[in-house]
């Protein structure tokens, strides 16, 4: 499995939708890959001001691997942020989901610790407190997609005064940030995708609507199928998912009988992120191979699903057949 970012936690499961034990113990394989960074307590609002901060002295394009020089004397005790580039996409707010690649470096060695260029897959992590350093949560918002920004971030709203010793990084070096924003998500993302035909009679209908809302979805008054169905609502133009990535998705679950809804990233007012090898059968499988940018329909039997083990406290029956509108909105 792929390098985690030393800047993020380790993504949460879905309640609902973790797997209930597989043999081969695959529902935890996410979660034991990376160590989360420490944590410090919570830092007071930082200043921003607008340096120090080194050169960029190549790779000057948004989205190109950037070499930065060396901090130039003493660091700022405050956050130090500027826009080099500027994008005119959408507004980052906080407790958005961005989508970004960046470089991480020591103020006073130029020491790289950390990049997603070389990994070739972008971050995908959210700007709230818990989920990624305060510097970065402090500084991105107000920022458009397309940007490139530049920081540096003192050790308060770094790792503290421990430091990560993962990184090489002490309780006292400042850190200095590139970051090329590629997207933002939050609640009222949806996919964007191509509209598809929906020509059988048998199989649920799911809205198409791209306002953030949730989708409807009509189940017909007819016998569930005993495979499993994942086919395209809106077909995006993004990469394609694998069975070990994580994904970021809008969703709406109902069971077939009745079409009662049972769960709802809209409802919950909360986008989900999970791995694959961490959900059900019927996910994992609808899931893998389906691009980004898509809604998918995934029609689950009871035996890809929950069969006679459904969640503790949730509205699934045994031997339930489950219709979900998923909504593919990043690979993190």
């Given at each position: 499995m792929r390098r985690r970012s030393l800047l993020i936690a380790v993504p949460a499961g879905l309640a609902t939708l973790a797997a209930c034990g597989d043999d081969d113990g695959s529902d935890s394989a996410e979660s034991a890959e990376t160590p989360s960074p420490s944590a410090p307590e919570a830092a007071p609002s930082p200043k921003i001001v607008d340096g120090p901060l080194p050169k960029i002295t190549a790779g000057v394009k948004f989205d190109e691997k950037p070499t930065v020089a060396k901090g130039d004397g003493e660091p700022s005790k405050d956050l130090a942020v500027q826009t080099v580039i500027a994008g005119n996409g959408a507004t980052i707010a906080e407790n958005d989901y961005i989508q970004a690649n960046y470089l991480g470096q020591i103020w006073a060695t130029a020491k790289v610790f950390d990049n997603s260029y070389d990994r070739k897959t972008p971050l995908v992590i959210q700007l709230a407190q818990g989920s990624i350093i305060d510097g970065w949560r402090y500084a991105l918002p107000g920022k458009k997609v397309g940007s490139r920004v530049l920081m540096a971030v003192p050790p308060t709203w770094g790792y503290g005064t421990e430091g990560n010793s993962q990184a090489g990084i002490k309780g006292t070096d400042t850190l200095v940030f590139v970051v090329d924003v590629q997207g933002t998500f939050n609640t009222k993302s949806s996919a964007k995708g191509t509209e598809t035909p929906q020509d059988d009679a048998n199989l649920p209908k799911v809205g198409t609507n791209t306002d953030g809302k949730a989708p409807s979805i009509e189940v017909p008054d007819t016998d569930a199928p005993t495979k499993l169905v994942a086919n395209y609502i809106l077909e995006g133009d993004g990469?394609?998912?694998?069975?070990?990535?994580?994904?970021?998705?809008?969703?709406?679950?109902?069971?077939?009988?009745?079409?009662?809804?049972?769960?709802?990233?809209?409802?919950?007012?909360?986008?989900?992120?999970?791995?694959?090898?961490?959900?059900?059968?019927?996910?994992?499988?609808g899931l893998t191979g389906k691009k980004v940018g898509s809604r998918v329909l995934i029609v689950i039997p009871p035996k890809l699903g929950y069969g006679d083990n459904p969640p503790q406290g949730s509205e699934i029956k045994k031997d339930s057949t489950l219709v979900f509108s998923v909504d593919i909105l990043a690979k993190m």
């Open positions: 990469p394609e998912v694998g069975a070990q990535d994580s994904v970021l998705v809008q969703y709406k679950g109902v069971l077939w009988d009745g079409g009662k809804e049972f769960d709802s990233t809209y409802a919950n007012k909360q986008l989900a992120s999970f791995g694959l090898t961490q959900v059900v059968k019927g996910w994992a499988q």
